[in-house]
C-alpha cells in the first residue's frame, strides 16, 4: 500500500488567528478562544496526486495541538458526496510551543465515507478544523494539520495493447497450484483467444504464454482446471460469440502446465460438433468421476431463429487429453417460440445433489412475448457414451415488454455438500438480487425459497457472479454485483453469507475510477484462500478486462500440524512437513492446520 502526506496549504475560509500558521510545524499556531470557531483549508497549493485507478484505503489527520485539557476539537473531512465525515480529537494540555500530536483515523479508515483518487486531488477536498470549548477562559492552539492518503494500484490486468478484448463474456482467470503457481488468464483479445501470464497477482505484468488458439473477433471460451497429481490440466471449450447462420464449430483444446514450466505444453485444436445452426456460449466441466462434459447453446445467441436450444456433450473416457473422442449430444431443452436464449445469462452446468455425473445444468431462455424463464435440468447419469436425463424444472419466470433488450442473469455454484447456490435477479422486484439453493434441479420448493442479496439499482444484465469458498474454517457464499448505470456502475460491491444458513452481511465496494463494469466472473481457489474476479472495464469501443483478488484469511495465529494427529499430551510430538521426509540441510515446509 502506497501513502501520500500532504500538510494544509489554503485557507478556504477562517474565524481563528493567523490560520495559514497551520501550513506547518514549526512551534507558530494558529489559535482561537472561541467556541464553535471554524477553520477550513485545502491542498490547492501542494495538492495530492493520487493516479487516476488507484483505490482509497484510509485517510489520517495528524493535528499539533495545545490548549487546556478539558477542550475538544473537530476533524471534518469532505468526500465526494459531498459531506463533512467527521472525528472528534482531545485537547492538550500545553502552550503553543509544547503541543502534542494526535492522529485521526487509520490506514484503512474511510471515515464512513467516499472518497475517489479524482475528488482527492481537487481543490473539493477539504478539512474542516473545529474548537469545542469546555467553558474555561482557554485558547487552543493548532501548530500544523497533516493528511495521510493511503492507497493502492488495483490489481489487475491493465495493459492495454495486448488485453482489448471483443466483449468476452467468459474470461477465466486461475492460479497454478503447483509447481511455479503463476496466474493465468484465459481471455479473448479483438483478433483471437489467448492464455495470459504472471507471476505476481498484483502485477500489471502480464504477457502471453500461448500463440493464438483460434483466429476470430467473436470467440467465447471456457476453461477448466484439473491437478493430476503430477501436472496442471487445462481443458478449454471455445465457440462463436454470434453464431448467425453459419455453421459455427464447437471447438475444444487441451494444455498442461508442468512443475518446472511457465507456459502450457499446447494440444491441438479438435473440433467437437458442428451442429447445422452452429455453437455458442461453451461451458466446459469435469465430473467427479472424470469424464468432461461441455454445455453449450444452439442457434443465434440474439434473435431471429425459432429453432434454438442448450445442449451437452460428453467425452468417452476419463481424465482425457489431446483429442478425445466424444459420445451423443443430448438435447436440453427446446420451444417452438422460443426467441433467443439469454445472451447475459449463458448455460451453466453445476455438480450438485445425488450421485448425478454431472448434476445438472442451469439455463435461461427469452420467449417472443417478453417472457423470460429460468430453468434447470438434473443429468441423472453419464455412461460413456449417452446422457440420461430428468426433467425440467422452472425455477422462475420473469415477464418484460416484447421488444425490451433485457435478459436475466445468473450465476451458480457448488459447495462440498454437493448444494447448488444461485445468484439470479428476482421475477417479483425489478432490480433485486436474491439467492437461492438447492440439493437438485427438481427440488422446487428450494429453488423457489430466494433471500434477498440486494436491492442495487438497475442491477439488470450481465452484473452479477457468485462463488463459494470452501476453506473448513469459513465455507462461505460471495455474491458479486454491479448496477447497470450511473452514477454507480463503476463499483465492484460484493456480500458473503454463511453457506449452511443463508445470511447476507454488509456490503463491500471497490471502485474502478468512472468506468462502468461488465461480466463479472469469480472462482475460489485453496491456494493461499484466495478469490479471484475478472470483470470487463468498459472502455468502448474497446474493452480491458481487471482482474481483483481477495485474500479471505486474515493475517492470525495459525496452527502447525503434528505428523501424528492428535499428539500426545507431554510427550515430544514431530511437526508435519509439506514433503515428508524432510531434507536434511535444507529449508522444509511446515504445514498449517487445513493445508
Known sequence: MASQTRTVNNTVSSAWTAPNNAFSEDNVCTSTATDGAQNVYNFINNAFTIPSGDIIEGITVRTKRGGDADDFYKIELQDTTPAWRLKTGAAYSANCANGASQTLGTSTDLWNGTFTPAHIN??????RLTYTKSG????FYVDVVEVTVYHYTPP?????????????QQHRLFRNPRGQKYYYCLVTITDGLFLYKSADAVSTNWSPCTSNLRTSASLVASAEIYDDGSQLVIYVAYAVYRVGSVS???????????????????????????PSLGAGAPVIKRDRNGYVH????????????????PRIIATTTINPGDAPSWGSEASIDTHPDISYWSRNARITPAIFGGSGDIGGVVYASRYTDGTIILKARDVVSWNGSSYSLGTVTTIMSSQVSADTDCDVSFRCVVDDNNIAHLLTESSEVSNQLKSMKASAASTVESWNTPVVVTSAAQSRGRKLCLTVDKAPATDRLYAFYSDD?????????????????????SENTYSDDTVALLDENSYYQAIESEILITYIRNVSPNYFVRFYKLILVAAAWKKLQYLTEPPTTGAWNKLKFASEPPVPGAWNKLLYEGE
Open 156 to 168: 489487475g490486468i491493465q495493459s492495454k495493447n495486448q488485453l482489448a478484448v471483443a466483449f468476452s
Open 248 to 274: 459455427s464449430p464447437l471447438f475444444y483444446r487441451c494444455m498442461t502446465i508442468a512443475d518446472a514450466a511457465t507456459d502450457p505444453s499446447v494440444g491441438s485444436e479438435q473440433t467437437v460438433i458442428t
Open 294 to 309: 461441455i454445455a453449450y447453446m444452439v442457434g443465434k445467441s440474439y434473435s431471429g431463429y425459432t429453432q434454438a436450444e
Open 122 to 127: 481537487s481543490s473539493s477536498f477539504q478539512v
Open 136 to 139: 474555561k477562559a482557554s485558547t
Open 485 to 505: 448505470g450511473a452514477p454507480n456502475y463503476n463499483l465492484l460491491r460484493w456480500k458473503t453469507s454463511p453457506v449452511d444458513t443463508i445470511s447476507w452481511g
